[in-house]
């Protein structure tokens, strides 16, 4: 495995982005899935300057159990005039427990003199002495170099002694930042080559940076050129590479942190990360997406639905005999897949993996098994076509499978139908009651259930009604409920998808229900997931 | 100005993004809006492969006034074994009336033998027959050396060898394409430079080409790089570029033209384009985003809604007293703006510069001013920790600033309640009605709207309520609507947000609602919506 730092700045730097907004349960969630990725660093928030940084810290603390990553803080330098030991936003770093703290800090003389409104001289002491009372400390410390690459422009000599600064103070990396975004791959390969000289570093052993001392790089894409920036810091010496994941950031966000990487290893045969995580990076991209409600974008390389789509035309043959004459690597190093976007040649593959995943053994080679598979596909096509999407529902899946195969689908109720109305209060949250009429345990049952939003009454009324039939459902408990509209150029008459998890205490699941109604959807939704419920307990129906 | 060709493919290659389907009026359109921008060449399809693409070369001819831009016919070279004389595809390129004619061509030696299943000979005799046989029917010839970059690495001298069979038979200009996308700048530079020299280009008095034979590149965003690719080759000699606007095109897409253009002049200081016709490229980039009717990416580089938005309450201080130090360049260039977004990172600063942005003038010196500015981010800084978020609902922000400042809200309409029912229907989707019960004009109103969903029936009750009192809200759509479970942990019961996006024809607005109660915050976010919308025409309160 390669030296390199990979440091994620989803949680702070990412959560800048326009309409991005984190709750402490999404950043947990996410920490996780970035774990799970194999990154080396994910920087958590800035811990003192935001309630909600500070209260992510301590539940990270007990509820997050990282495999790979470190955390870091972020903060900044102690406040001009003050002492790093008594400055109340430096101490909350310390007090975040997270091992590894990221200083930002001036190097661009004019940020020093027009914004931070000090000398240089004030500004190089506040990095010294916040850098060596964190050491003091115990921790680890980086040196976020904030528009370094437009400072060192202005006035080299300067930039260059804030980073001897950071490190004669004890700094293990000093991450040259382009903040505003606007540098060029010529220009940062140029710029990293000089102060890997100038500093002296690339001696050690590791190959770009002498002992401790390393240089970062932090990209922003507004000359739509972050990731090239990065690769470009990397090849002239840098061993720190920030971004986020899916690029998140402000303005044009920041480097792709899985694109820099899957070219890093991929193109450039660099060992960057276990190859085994780098399959799981379009599977967390989604589900990152998912929690931060930011649409997938399709475009996205390596992990975009589109990244490897083919719209079949002339080639549409030579695919099929030679796909590496149409692709630039073969889609599973990143666990994204090749699609024709009208030959259903990997729809097939996939649905007999999926079955034999799932426990049903079909032989492609027996005709009756051949012709399941087919008729499988084409309802999922036909699914699909009308907005469904079952990578993100396998028990929707599982279900929509048994009820292809003869009696691998017990029918545990019937419903007649439902209703819910919602009303406004005057003083107060408007209120929810459905009604909801079916048949289960061979008699006709009509329950009435209230909740603070049509989803959840639907839930309580369709609870009480199964529950003389089947008690087993108390045990069940919906612990995610998510919407997406689909083609939004038609506002609220778009078709509605919902997504559901559910608990049975043991295990979760997903399932999925797509309609122009949204509460028609979540109605299918809520049903599927106590239908799979129900399976998986074994239990008979009655 | 320049030498360089700027070529445009969005009508071709661009067309092949998934999900993007144009007509041929849609293409006609853009065609328009790209020689507005200002473009050398647009490549307007395949005329003879595909019918629509005859269409519009026929319409073109008749319909279209360019003042910038030449038109460009895309094409194969002739069958294998065949007369280019006698080719009817070759023949339909003729027949397209196009100055230009652009023909792809295979020099990838793998290609030559796999996909097309002929002779390296044969390959050559085809380029060289049809160029002949189109510059004697007098148009311009360009190349396209289709998997150029992976050819080179598998056989050099048969990739230079295409490129020589098409410069001696007239071709002015041989585009390298990256065509699988999998090509990173340091590669592109090294065979850009090989290619030039090898091929004794360079030495012309145009700088990078000699005579009329020009080198050009066309990139694929596969890697993330399209973009820095381009420039790499621009760097080693090339002097065409090929890509398309919005980065459209199949797979990551197309190298994003504008972005290209915009590092090229702005960073580079290479005169492209006419200054003032770059200034147009946002408003080209999302007019053209309408026509295609794939939602504008707000992270894209120059032109995105985002790219000069800052949420950084930290920065908004300084940004106050020197914009320049936190943005790459004026965005006045490209036709942007720089925006302040309001976030719970906002401190009294961004509340400031927000008001001033929105006409309202005030006096940080000012007490009163500044009490409300206090009083201001007081209540955003507790709707935040409810959930809203007003970086995405510039309008609710509006509305919030308006209700703090007497006499800057006018009360249109007084709600006494609401409420709505949806019902399952056996056979079909299920149907929803909502009543509103209000008062405008100085009566009381009781309507009852029905739609495929709650959120549209209460949409629809709202407008009937209003619609005597305020005939203008007829021209107000809802045009986008988005829902967020906030913490998820606890599922159905969560707090939901709701984003409404609403358009009077002109612009856009979006406004916020958070509830428990999903019904309940869409209806705070569609009365946001009216409301804004009313205040936007100047409709006085009756």
């Known amino acids: 495995m390669s030296d390199l730092h990979v440091y994620d700045t989803t949680l702070r730097d990412g959560a800048q982005q326009e309409g991005l907004n984190l709750s402490v349960a999404d950043k947990l969630a996410i920490a996780s ?4 990725l194999g990154v080396g660093f994910i920087e958590g928030g800035w811990p003192g300057a935001n309630p909600k940084d500070t209260e992510f810290f301590a539940r990270a603390a007990t509820d997050l159990r990282l495999k790979n990553a470190t955390l870091a803080a972020f903060g900044a330098t102690r406040r001009v005039g003050g002492k790093a030991a008594t400055d109340p936003l430096v101490r909350a770093l310390v007090d975040s427990g997270a ?9 661009h003389i004019g940020h020093v003199e027009r914004a931070l409104r000090t000398t240089r001289e004030e500004n190089l002491a506040m990095i010294r002495d916040t850098v060596s009372f964190l050491r003091g400390e115990g921790r680890r410390v980086f040196l976020d170099a904030e528009h370094f690459f437009d400072g060192y422009a202005v006035d080299r000599a300067y930039a260059l002694e804030a980073l001897r600064a950071a490190f004669e103070s004890g700094a293990e990396v000093a991450a040259l930042c382009d903040t505003n975004g606007g540098m060029l791959p010529g220009q940062v390969w140029d710029v990293v080559t000089d102060v890997v000289a100038a500093l002296a570093l690339g001696s050690g052993p590791g190959g770009g940076a002498s002992g401790d001392a390393r240089l970062g790089i932090h990209c922003h894409n507004d000359t739509g050129c972050a990731v090239a920036n990065s690769m470009a810091a990397v090849g002239a010496g840098a061993t720190h590479v920030q971004g986020t994941i899916n690029g998140y950031g402000e303005r044009t966000g920041n480097a792709n942190l899985v694109t820099v990487i899957a070219n890093l290893q991929l193109k450039e045969g660099r060992e960057v990360m276990d190859p085994h995580l780098l399959q799981e990076s379009t599977r967390i991209s989604h589900a990152i997406s998912e929690i931060t409600n930011v649409p997938a974008y399709s475009r996205q390389p390596y992990t975009g639905a589109s ?12 695919i099929k005999v030679d796909p590496d004459l149409y692709q630039h690597l073969d889609p599973k190093h990143v666990g994204n897949d090749m699609r024709m976007l009208i030959s259903d040649m990997a729809g097939r593959a996939s649905i007999e993996l999926k079955s034999r995943e799932l426990g049903f053994d079909l032989d492609p080679e027996d005709e009756e098994d051949s012709a399941l598979v087919q008729k499988v596909l084409a309802r999922v096509k036909e699914l699909e076509l009308r907005g469904y999407t079952f990578d993100a529902a396998d028990a929707s899946f599982e279900l929509l499978l048994r009820r292809e195969i003869a009696g691998a689908l017990p029918t545990f109720f019937d419903i007649e139908s439902w209703r819910v109305i919602t009303d406004s209060r005057p003083d107060g949250d408007a209120l929810s009651e459905a009604t909801v009429k079916l048949s289960a345990g061979g008699k006709r049952v009509l329950r009435t259930g209230e909740g603070n939003g049509p989803v959840n009454a639907l839930d309580q009324a369709l609870r009480l009604a199964l529950a003389t039939a089947y008690p087993e459902i108390e045990h069940l408990e919906l612990i995610d409920f998510r919407v997406r509209i689909l083609d939004a150029a038609h506002g609220t008459d778009a078709v509605t998808r919902v997504l559901i998890e559910t608990s049975d205490g043991e295990t979760t699941w997903e399932t999925i229900g797509v309609a122009p ?3 028609e959807a979540s109605w299918m939704a809520l049903v599927e997931s106590v239908t799979y419920g129900l399976l998986r307990a074994g239990v008979p129906a009655r």
Do not use: E
């Not at 990244?307 to 030579?318: I, Q, V, W, Y």
């Open 33 to 36: 899935h970035l774990d799970d």
């Open 99 to 107: 091992p590894v703290v990221t200083l930002v800090a001036k190097s």
């Open 307 to 318: 990244a490897f789509a083919h719209k079949a035309g002339l080639h549409a043959s030579a």
């Open 517 to 519: 109604n949204i509460l």
